[in-house]
C-alpha cells in the first residue's frame, strides 16, 4: 500500500518537470526589427506566441539586416543556434539549408496545406530548396513606393505629383521654399534600393529582369539602362545635402515635412502610422512611383535552425503556426505595412496605402526582388557603386552604368 | 644548469615550458594556424561557409579591380600618416609640457588621458554629433554670425578622412603622452646639465640627445599607434559608416563588409590576406631587430 | 572652435621646443612670459580634450525639444536627469526595454574573468620571456608580437570554428578565453620588459638559493610588480569593456555586454534620434573604464614607466 504511494508520488513528482516545460519551451528568436513601427509589428508576434503557451525570447539585434545577418550565421555556424530566425527569403540562407544547418518544414508545410494559403504562390519559392520547404514567409514588402509629404508641396505651391516626372519637376519649386527635394539617408542599401525602384518604374519590369534575372551585360550597359541611370542622376541631384543615416530618419524628414518625398518600401509606412499620419490626407503614397504599378514580392521570412531538443522542436512548430495564423497575419502586418502573405484574411483597418497594395496583388501584378534574384555579393557591389554615385556629384552617368555593366556581368 | 641524469635539451627550463604553453598555443594556433587558414580560403571561391573549392587568383584579381578597395588603402595610408605623425609629435610635446615641473601637473595629464578609456564607438559618436554641420561645430559659429563658415568634414567626401583622424588623435594621443612623460623623467638631470653647460640649445638637446635616449619608449608608441591604424574599425563605423558613399572605407571594413555582409568569404579572406601580407612585410623584419636574437648591449 | 584642432601641433611646439630649460629650479615669477606660454597653451588644449566630454554631459542633461533649437555648447536650461534614467533603465532594443542596466552585470561578468586570466597568463609568460629563455622561446614572442597587428576581423571565423569545435561557442567562458589571446601581446610585451628591467642579481642570488621557476614568481617577482599589475589591469578592464566586436560576435543576447547594448540603443531609432539619451547611454557605459583612470592617475604613468620604457 505504502509501496504503491510511493511510486504514485514518485511518478506524479517526475512528471511533473516533464510537463513543466512543455507546456512553456523558451524559443529565441533573432531578427532586426528595432524600429518604432517594426518594435510594434515584432510585439503581435511575441504576444501570439506567448498565447500558445511558450515564450518568445527576444532576440533584436539593432542596425540593419546587414549587421544582424553575420550575427545570426555566425551562431548558427558556430553550433549554438537560436530558435527561429528572420532572413529575407530569398539566397540569403540557401547555404546554410545546404549545409543541413536548418530544419525542413516539408512535413509542416503539407500537414497545413501552406501551398493553398500562401498567396502569391511565388513567396514559397523564395523558400524552397530542392523541393523541400525551409522557411515560412510572414510578409510581402515591396520596394517599389514613392511617399510623399502633402504639406510640403503645399508650402511649395504646387499640387503633390503623380508620378516620378512630375515629382522632378517640382523639385525647383521644393528647394525654392527651403525643403529637400528627396531624402536618401546614408546607408548604403537606401541608395542600391532606390537605384533598383527606378530600374523597374522607368525601365520597366522587363528592364528589371532583363537585367537582374538574366544578367544581361550588353543590356546593362545599353540605351535602356542609360535612360533609367539618367533618372537616377535626377534623383541623386535632388537627394543632395540629406545629412542623415537611417532610413527612417529620412523618412522623418517626410513627416516633418522637411522634405519633400522619399523613395522606401513599404514599411516606411509603419513609421507614417507611429507618428499619426494619415495616407491621403498627411502624405500620400505613389506605388511604382505613379509609372509602372507592380509589387515586389520580398520580404522577411522565419527560419528555423536544426535542434536536438525535441521540446524546442515543438515550439518551433507551435511558432511556425502562429506566424501563419490568420489572426496574427493581420495584426502583424497592419502594424509593419507589410502585406499580409495569405489572400483569405480581411484586412478591413487597412488604410489607403496598404489597399493600393493589395488592389496590385490581386491583379496579380507582381514581379521577383533582388534578394531573390542576386546573390548577396552581387548586391554588396551593388550598394557599394550606388553610394558612391549618391555621395559623389562628380561620378559621371557613363561611368556608373559602366561599373553596373561590370557588375552585371560578374553576378551570380 | 640543469645537469640532471637527462641531458635532453627538450627538459631544460622544463617549468618556463610549461609555462608558455598558453602562449605558444596562442602564437601557433591562433595566429599562425589562424592566418594560414585564411590564406589557404583566399584561394577558393567560398561564399557563406568555408569550402575548399579553389580558383586560383581570381578573388584577388576581383579585390584589386574594385574601386573601394583602392579607396581603403589609399585612406589607411592618409589616416596612417597622419596619425603616426601628429600622434608622436603631439604626444611628445604635451609630455614635454608637462615635464618642466608646473603645477597641476596631475590635472593636465587626467585630462589629456581621460579619452583613452572610452571606446572607439564611444569616441566616433561624440565626433560625429560635434562634427554635425547642423547642430555641432559649424551649426554654432553659423549662429554666431559667420554665415559662410564651413567645417563639415563627415559630410565632404574629400576631407572626411580628416575628421576621422581628429577623433582618432583625441582619443589616442594621452596615452602617448603618457608613454613621453616616463621616458623623459628615466633621463638623468645630469645630461640636462651637462648640455646646458655647453651652452647646447633646448632645442637641439631634445632633438639630437634626448630622443634617441628614448629609442625604447617611441618603439612601444609605434607599436601601439601601428597595431592601431591597421586595425581602425569601430571608430569608423560609428562616426561615418564609411560613409559619405564609400569615401571613408577602411581595409578592415572591407574585410568585415564582404566576409559578412556580401556573404562571400573568399573575397574578404583575400582582402585579409593582403593586410596581413603588408603587416608582414613592415612588421616581421624589425620586430626580429627589436625583439628577437640575444640580450642587446 | 574648430582652430583648435588645426593650429594645436604648431602651438605646442613652438613653446615645448623654445621654453627655457626643464629640469631648472622653480621659476620666480609667477607672471614671466614662460609660464604664461607654458600654462597657456596647456590650458587651451585642455579644453580641447575636455570639449567632448562638456557637450556629452550637457547635452544628455537637455531635454529633445532644447537640443532641436541647436547650441550644443550651451548649458542646459532646465536641467532634466530623464535621459539618464531612460538609458539605463527603459530604452527599447526590439522587445526589450530594460536599457542598459541589463548589459552593466553582463559586462562586469565578463571583464572581470577575463582581466584575471588574461593578466595571469601573460605575466607569467613576460616572466618566462625574460628570465628563462629557451630555444625557440624568441620565435613565438616574435608571432605574438606580429599577431598584435593582425586586423581581429580576420580572426573571426577561425575562432568560431575552433570555439565550436571544443564546445565552447556562445558560452562566457568561450568570450573571456578569446579576450585572453587578444589581450596577450601587448600584455606580455610589458610584463617582458618591466621583468627584464628587474637587477640580474635578485634572480641569480635567488636561483643559488635553490629557488625554482614558480618560487621565484611568486616570492620575488610578484612582490616586486605592482606598478605593472596596475597598468595591466587598467589596459584590459578598459580593453575589454570597450570591447565591441567579440561580444557581439561570440555571445548570445541575454548575455550582451553594454557595449553592444549602446550600439543597440544608439541605433534603434523610434522615430527621431534622442540624442540625449544616446549620450547619458555613452556616458554610463564609459563609466567604469573612466572611474578606473581617475583612482589609478599617478599609479598609471609609473607603471607605465616601468613597463614600456626598459626596451
Not at chain 1, 539566397?91 to 493553398?116: I, S
Not at chain 1, 545629412?243 to 527612417?248: E, K, L, M, R, T
Not at chain 2, 590564406?39 to 576581383?62: A, C, E, H, I, M
Not at chain 2, 640636462?192 to 612601444?220: C, E, Q
Request: charged share 15%; with cysteine.
Amino acid at each position: 500500500m505504502r509501496y504503491q504511494f510511493m511510486t504514485a508520488a514518485l511518478a506524479v513528482t517526475t512528471a511533473l518537470p516533464f510537463a513543466g516545460p512543455a507546456a512553456a519551451t523558451d524559443l529565441e528568436v533573432t531578427h532586426w526589427w528595432t524600429s518604432g513601427g517594426e518594435a510594434a509589428a515584432v510585439a503581435e508576434f511575441a504576444k501570439a506566441f506567448d498565447a500558445t503557451g511558450n515564450r518568445w525570447v527576444d532576440g533584436a539585434i539593432a542596425g540593419s539586416g546587414g549587421t544582424a545577418r553575420p550575427i545570426m550565421i555566425s551562431r548558427i555556424t558556430g553550433g549554438d543556434p537560436m530558435g527561429a530566425t528572420q532572413f529575407n527569403h530569398g539566397r540569403q540562407a540557401e547555404e546554410l539549408v545546404e549545409a543541413g544547418l536548418m530544419r525542413d518544414l516539408t512535413d509542416l508545410a503539407t500537414r497545413d496545406k501552406w501551398t493553398e494559403i500562401v498567396q502569391p504562390k511565388s513567396l514559397l519559392d523564395g523558400c524552397t530548396l530542392d523541393g523541400k520547404i525551409y522557411c515560412v514567409p510572414v510578409n510581402i514588402h515591396s520596394w517599389q513606393w514613392l511617399w510623399l509629404s502633402n504639406a510640403a508641396f503645399e508650402k511649395a505651391g504646387v499640387p503633390v505629383p503623380k508620378n516620378w516626372n512630375e515629382y522632378v519637376a517640382a523639385a525647383p519649386a521644393l528647394e525654392k521654399a527651403g525643403i529637400q527635394p528627396l531624402a536618401v539617408g546614408g546607408q548604403p542599401w537606401q541608395a542600391s534600393g532606390a537605384f533598383d525602384v527606378l530600374l523597374t518604374a522607368v525601365g520597366g519590369t522587363d528592364t528589371f529582369l532583363k537585367v537582374y534575372r538574366d544578367k544581361d551585360a550588353e543590356f546593362a550597359a545599353g540605351p535602356e539602362v542609360a535612360k533609367v541611370f539618367k533618372a537616377a542622376d535626377d534623383a541623386r541631384k535632388m537627394a543632395k545635402n540629406t545629412n542623415v543615416q537611417d532610413w527612417n530618419q529620412a523618412t522623418n524628414l517626410v513627416i516633418t515635412g522637411k522634405a519633400g518625398g522619399q523613395i522606401m518600401g513599404d514599411w516606411a509606412q509603419g513609421e507614417f502610422q507611429v507618428a499619426g499620419q494619415t495616407a491621403g490626407k498627411d502624405y500620400t503614397c505613389l506605388p511604382g512611383l505613379g509609372l509602372n504599378e507592380v509589387i515586389a514580392t520580398g520580404g522577411d521570412a522565419f527560419y528555423f535552425p536544426l535542434l536536438q531538443d525535441a521540446e524546442k522542436s515543438k515550439a518551433q512548430e507551435a511558432l511556425a503556426e502562429t506566424l501563419l495564423d490568420p489572426k496574427t497575419q493581420v495584426a502583424f502586418n497592419l502594424k509593419k505595412g507589410s502585406l499580409p502573405v495569405r489572400g483569405d484574411v480581411d484586412l478591413e483597418a487597412a488604410n489607403d496605402c496598404m489597399k493600393k497594395g493589395l488592389d496590385i496583388l490581386a491583379k496579380g501584378s507582381v514581379m521577383p526582388w533582388t534578394d531573390q534574384l542576386l546573390s548577396q555579393d552581387t548586391q554588396k557591389q551593388k550598394e557599394d557603386l550606388f553610394s558612391e554615385f549618391f555621395a559623389k556629384p562628380d561620378m559621371t552617368v557613363e561611368e556608373a552604368q559602366k561599373r553596373f555593366a561590370d557588375i552585371v556581368a560578374s553576378a551570380d | 644548469m640543469s645537469k640532471s641524469e637527462r641531458p635532453n635539451q627538450l627538459f631544460r627550463n622544463l617549468n618556463a615550458k610549461v609555462a608558455s604553453i598558453p602562449m605558444v598555443l596562442t602564437a601557433l594556433v591562433i595566429f599562425v594556424g589562424g592566418s594560414a587558414w585564411t590564406v589557404l580560403y583566399s584561394f577558393t571561391n567560398s561564399k557563406l561557409l568555408p569550402r575548399l573549392n579553389f580558383v586560383g587568383l581570381d578573388q584577388y584579381y576581383r579585390l584589386w579591380s574594385t574601386p573601394r578597395w583602392l579607396i581603403s588603402i589609399e585612406n589607411l595610408l592618409v589616416y596612417g600618416v597622419l596619425s603616426l605623425v601628429f600622434s608622436l609629435v603631439i604626444g611628445f610635446m604635451l609630455a614635454a609640457l608637462l615635464d618642466q615641473k608646473i603645477r597641476f601637473e596631475d590635472t593636465f595629464r587626467t585630462i589629456f588621458l581621460y579619452p583613452f578609456a572610452l571606446s572607439f564607438i564611444v569616441t566616433g559618436l561624440v565626433w560625429q554629433w560635434l562634427l554635425n554641420p547642423e547642430f555641432g561645430i559649424q551649426g554654432v559659429v553659423r549662429g554666431l554670425g559667420w554665415e559662410s563658415f564651413n567645417f563639415d568634414p563627415l559630410y565632404n567626401s574629400s576631407i572626411v578622412i580628416y575628421g576621422i583622424t581628429i577623433a582618432a588623435l583625441w582619443q589616442g594621443t594621452g596615452l602617448i603622452m603618457c608613454l613621453m612623460l616616463a621616458g623623459l623623467r628615466g633621463i638623468d638631470e645630469d645630461i640636462w646639465k651637462a648640455a646646458r653647460v655647453d651652452g647646447i640649445p633646448m632645442w637641439k638637446t631634445y632633438l639630437f640627445i634626448i630622443i634617441p635616449m628614448m629609442r625604447p619608449v617611441f618603439v612601444t608608441a609605434l607599436v601601439i599607434i601601428a597595431a592601431g591604424i591597421v586595425k581602425v574599425y569601430d571608430l569608423v563605423v560609428a562616426q561615418t559608416s564609411g560613409g559619405p558613399g564609400i569615401a571613408s572605407e577602411v581595409p578592415a571594413k572591407y574585410v568585415y563588409d564582404y566576409m559578412f555582409f556580401a556573404q562571400n568569404l573568399g573575397q574578404g579572406f583575400a582582402a585579409s590576406t593582403m593586410m596581413l601580407l603588408s603587416v608582414l612585410i613592415v612588421i616581421v623584419p624589425w620586430a626580429y631587430l627589436e625583439f628577437g636574437g640575444r640580450k642587446r648591449v | 572652435m574648430s582652430d583648435h584642432a588645426v593650429s594645436l601641433p604648431a602651438g605646442t611646439g613652438s613653446i615645448g621646443l623654445e621654453a627655457s630649460g626643464p629640469r631648472g629650479p622653480k621659476p620666480r615669477h609667477v607672471f614671466s612670459r614662460r609660464n604664461i606660454f607654458l600654462y597657456g597653451t596647456l590650458i587651451v588644449v585642455a579644453l580641447y580634450y575636455l570639449l567632448p566630454l562638456y557637450v556629452m554631459v550637457v547635452t544628455s542633461l537637455k531635454g529633445m525639444p532644447e537640443i532641436r533649437l541647436g547650441n550644443i555648447f550651451s548649458p542646459p536650461l532646465e536641467i532634466t536627469f530623464e535621459p539618464w534614467v531612460k538609458a539605463w533603465s527603459s530604452a527599447c532594443t526590439g522587445l526589450n526595454c530594460d536599457g542598459l542596466s541589463r548589459g552593466f552585470w553582463n559586462s562586469v561578468r565578463i571583464t572581470v574573468p577575463s582581466v584575471i586570466l588574461s593578466i595571469a597568463i601573460a605575466s607569467v609568460n613576460g616572466y618566462a620571456l625574460a628570465n628563462w629563455r629557451f630555444k625557440g622561446a624568441d620565435t613565438f614572442f616574435v608571432i605574438l608580437i606580429v599577431g598584435a597587428f593582425i586586423p581581429y576581423q580576420v580572426m573571426i571565423y577561425p575562432i568560431v570554428i575552433i570555439l565550436r569545435e571544443i564546445g565552447l561557442y556562445g558560452s562566457l567562458s568561450g568570450l573571456v578565453i578569446v579576450h585572453s589571446i587578444f589581450g596577450m601581446p601587448i600584455l606580455t610585451l610589458l610584463f617582458r620588459n618591466y621583468f627584464s628591467s628587474m637587477p640580474e642579481e635578485l634572480f641569480r642570488a635567488a636561483r643559488v638559493d635553490g629557488a625554482g621557476f614558480w618560487g621565484i614568481y611568486f616570492r620575488i617577482m610578484l612582490p616586486m610588480s605592482l606598478p605593472i599589475f596596475v597598468v595591466a589591469i587598467i589596459i584590459q578592464v578598459t580593453g575589454i569593456w570597450n570591447d565591441f566586436l567579440f561580444g557581439v560576435v561570440y555571445t548570445r543576447p541575454d548575455t550582451y555586454p553594454m557595449t553592444v547594448q549602446l550600439n543597440n540603443i544608439v541605433n534603434s531609432v523610434q522615430g527621431v534620434k534622442e540624442y540625449n539619451v544616446n549620450m547619458a547611454a555613452t556616458i554610463l557605459t564609459g563609466l567604469v573604464p573612466l572611474v578606473v583612470y581617475f583612482i589609478s592617475g599617478k599609479l598609471f604613468v609609473r607603471g607605465i614607466a616601468a613597463g614600456a620604457v626598459k626596451g
